[in-house]
């Protein structure tokens, strides 16, 4: 990659003029005037138009973007704050706090589970002015980055100007910002290699609801000064603090890299090659299994009818690379899968990072979504077929299909999309969507996987937090108490209570 490919600026889903009216404008909190004369005070960039308002308070969310098309924006804050340091991110914060006005944090939008939508109005703050490689210690492998960098960015320029990579390649890459993969535990397509974001932060600085900056790890590695701080902010959504630089652990620029392609009989049998190849030590930068249905409309004229089709890349030092191969080859042939032309690997790079199927669905007039979960290999099978039987079972639903996104030693993620012959932007697209999540979270829950891997809980799962995380849940009610004791940071999102009220949905 080299160089940038999107525009380092946010990027909605669909192009529309700004929305007539706001859906959740009933739950929306005033915003004095003085608070935005305040912010005029102490934060160089203060938008009021309807058009800036409109624009930033948008993301992803598949929902929203069908009431989008129907003339709806999900909500609009009062105000878009635009900080360029982090001095002015924390007197934003600390003017927020003490007129009580709720403060959503946004980064690239690119979010799909609602989680910077402003829902009680308020302060939009836009963090993409805070961007760009502030160090690198080189003999470290470290780098400092503003969170407001795009990942297509980061990427080129580590790799143009320090010969670095962070291996960090979400779907995403061009449409997302440093901060919010931090913020909502992103993984990249090559996360079996380099792992999660939470497997690349070594520290973090966070503006705390009053004001306060704080600094987390990152002084030295694997040390034992009391409990991780790190992980308190990542995951949290922007509701505990909000990041204003990430500390990095990034890797030389891969000598070698390796391709392969196979098709298995069944989707069981290639999630138990990924499962006997991680259980050998193998590491494959990528290693995505399709089912038939994702394997025909993925890779037409290149993979065989009923195939399901496994994708490996790698690279690194050549010695562990070609010894990770042939693990794969190993187990891909023990479980009667057949090598496939390298053309599906090409066609896959080649599209890896196209988002575009969205749009295309609303369009058409469908109701859509993926829903990525994660699991222990022992009862991912199982998960597998629950959450496809349930899903199929909804009224409406003409479409469920799955593959393997991301493997690790313990389990992987299944990443299932959804397609439903309901209208989009409507109340029946809305029961329908909601019918559908409902049900793969129970599945998902009942056979003891996790009811996100890698997009987040925001507003979208908001309601399947707390059943989750069982008594744990009260743990998280206290921090964000603690931290955040007026309840200004992201208020409605990941089911926590708010002082503003309950969410507007569901």
Same mark, same amino acid.
């Given at each position: 990659?080299?160089?940038?490919?999107?525009?380092?600026?946010?990027?909605?889903?669909? $192009?529309?003029?700004?929305?007539?009216?706001?859906?959740?404008?009933?739950?929306?909190?005033?915003?004095?005037?003085?608070?935005?004369?305040?912010?005029?005070?102490?934060?160089?960039?203060?938008? &009021?138009?309807?058009?800036?308002?409109?624009?930033?308070?948008?993301?992803? !969310?598949?929902?929203?973007?069908? !009431?989008?098309?129907?003339?709806?924006?999900?909500?609009?804050?009062?105000?878009?704050?635009? /900080?360029? $340091?982090? =001095?002015?991110?924390?007197?934003?914060?600390?003017?927020?706090?003490?007129?009580?006005?709720?403060?959503?944090?946004?980064?690239? +939008?690119?979010?799909?589970?609602?989680?910077?939508?402003?829902?009680?109005?308020?302060?939009?703050?836009?963090? $993409?002015?805070?961007?760009?490689?502030?160090?690198?210690?080189?003999?470290?492998?470290?780098?400092?980055?503003?969170?407001?960098?795009?990942?297509?960015?980061?990427?080129?320029?580590?790799?143009?100007?320090?010969?670095?990579?962070? +291996?960090?390649?979400?779907?995403?890459?061009?449409?997302?910002?440093?901060? =919010?993969?931090?913020?909502?535990? @992103?993984?990249?397509? #090559? @996360?079996?290699?380099?792992?999660?974001?939470?497997?690349?932060?070594?520290?973090?600085?966070?503006?705390?609801?009053?004001?306060?900056?704080?600094? &987390? =790890?990152?002084?030295?590695?694997?040390?034992?000064?009391?409990?991780?701080?790190?992980?308190?902010?990542?995951?949290?959504?922007?509701?505990?603090?909000?990041?204003?630089?990430?500390?990095?652990?990034?890797? /030389?620029?891969?000598?070698?890299?390796?391709?392969?392609?196979?098709?298995?009989?069944?989707?069981?049998? +290639?999630?138990?090659?990924?499962?006997?190849?991680?259980?050998?030590?193998?590491?494959?930068?990528?290693?995505?299994? #399709?089912?038939?249905?994702? %394997?025909?409309?993925?890779?037409?004229?290149?993979?065989?009818?009923?195939?399901?089709?496994?994708?490996?890349?790698?690279?690194?030092?050549?010695?562990?690379?070609?010894?990770?191969?042939?693990?794969?080859?190993?187990?891909?042939?023990?479980?009667?899968?057949?090598?496939?032309?390298?053309?599906?690997?090409?066609? !896959?790079?080649?599209?890896?990072?196209?988002? +575009?199927?969205?749009?295309?669905?609303?369009?058409?007039?469908?109701?859509?979504?993926?829903?990525?979960?994660?699991?222990?290999?022992?009862?991912?099978?199982?998960?597998?077929?629950?959450?496809?039987?349930?899903?199929?079972?909804?009224?409406?639903?003409?479409?469920? %299909?799955?593959?393997?996104?991301?493997?690790?030693?313990?389990?992987?993620?299944?990443?299932? $999309?959804?397609?439903?012959?309901?209208?989009?932007?409507?109340?029946?697209?809305?029961?329908?969507?909601?019918?559908?999540?409902?049900?793969?979270?129970?599945?998902?829950?009942?056979?003891?996987?996790?009811? @996100?891997?890698?997009?987040?809980?925001?507003?979208?799962?908001?309601?399947?937090?707390?059943?989750?995380?069982?008594?744990?849940?009260?743990?998280?009610?206290?921090?964000?108490?603690?931290?955040?004791?007026? =309840?200004?940071?992201?208020?409605?999102?990941?089911?926590?209570?708010?002082?503003?009220?309950? /969410?507007?949905?569901?």
């Amino acid at each position: 990659m080299p160089e940038a490919i999107g525009g380092g600026t946010p990027t909605p889903a669909i $192009t529309l003029p700004a929305a007539a009216r706001a859906r959740f404008a009933a739950a929306a909190v005033p915003v004095p005037d003085t608070l935005i004369d305040r912010l005029r005070a102490v934060c160089r960039v203060i938008d &009021t138009s309807v058009e800036g308002r409109h624009d930033a308070g948008r993301d992803w !969310w598949p929902l929203a973007t069908g !009431w989008a098309l129907a003339g709806e924006a999900a909500a609009m804050a009062a105000v878009v704050a635009r /900080p360029t $340091t982090a =001095g002015e991110v924390a007197a934003v914060l600390a003017a927020c706090d003490h007129a009580r006005i709720p403060v959503t944090p946004a980064g690239g +939008g690119s979010g799909v589970s609602g989680g910077a939508i402003p829902i009680f109005g308020g302060v939009l703050l836009d963090m $993409t002015g805070l961007a760009g490689i502030a160090a690198v210690d080189d003999e470290s492998l470290l780098v400092d980055v503003g969170p407001g960098t795009f990942g297509d960015v980061l990427e080129t320029d580590l790799r143009r100007d320090h010969g670095l990579t962070l +291996g960090h390649w979400p779907q995403s890459m061009a449409l997302s910002t440093v901060g =919010g993969w931090v913020a909502c535990r @992103s993984a990249g397509q #090559y @996360s079996t290699r380099y792992g999660k974001i939470e497997d690349m932060v070594a520290g973090l600085d966070v503006a705390l609801a009053d004001g306060r900056v704080i600094r &987390t =790890g990152g002084a030295a590695p694997r040390s034992a000064t009391g409990p991780d701080l790190n992980h308190v902010f990542l995951g949290s959504e922007g509701t505990l603090g909000v990041i204003t630089s990430v500390r990095l652990r990034v890797h /030389p620029m891969a000598a070698a890299e390796r391709r392969a392609a196979y098709g298995f009989p069944s989707f069981e049998a +290639g999630l138990d090659a990924c499962r006997r190849t991680l259980r050998r030590g193998a590491t494959p930068a990528v290693i995505r299994l #399709y089912d038939a249905l994702e %394997s025909g409309s993925g890779f037409p004229g290149l993979a065989p009818e009923g195939s399901n089709v496994l994708i490996v890349v790698d690279e690194g030092d050549p010695a562990i690379v070609d010894a990770v191969m042939a693990v794969v080859a190993d187990e891909a042939g023990t479980a009667g899968a057949n090598r496939l032309d390298d053309a599906l690997v090409e066609r !896959w790079m080649a599209r890896r990072l196209d988002v +575009g199927a969205l749009e295309k669905a609303l369009r058409a007039g469908l109701t859509v979504d993926t829903i990525e979960v994660a699991a222990r290999w022992s009862v991912l099978s199982h998960l597998h077929h629950e959450v496809m039987a349930g899903v199929g079972a909804v009224a409406g639903t003409v479409l469920a %299909s799955v593959h393997q996104s991301h493997a690790y030693g313990d389990g992987a993620c299944l990443y299932f $999309t959804f397609a439903g012959d309901v209208p989009p932007g409507t109340e029946a697209g809305e029961a329908y969507y909601r019918q559908v999540w409902d049900v793969a979270m129970a599945a998902t829950a009942a056979c003891g996987g996790a009811i @996100s891997h890698h997009h987040g809980i925001g507003l979208n799962r908001g309601r399947h937090l707390a059943p989750a995380l069982g008594p744990a849940f009260d743990v998280l009610v206290a921090m964000k108490a603690a931290l955040d004791p007026n =309840g200004v940071l992201n208020p409605g999102k990941l089911g926590l209570p708010s002082p503003f009220g309950p /969410p507007p949905w569901p």
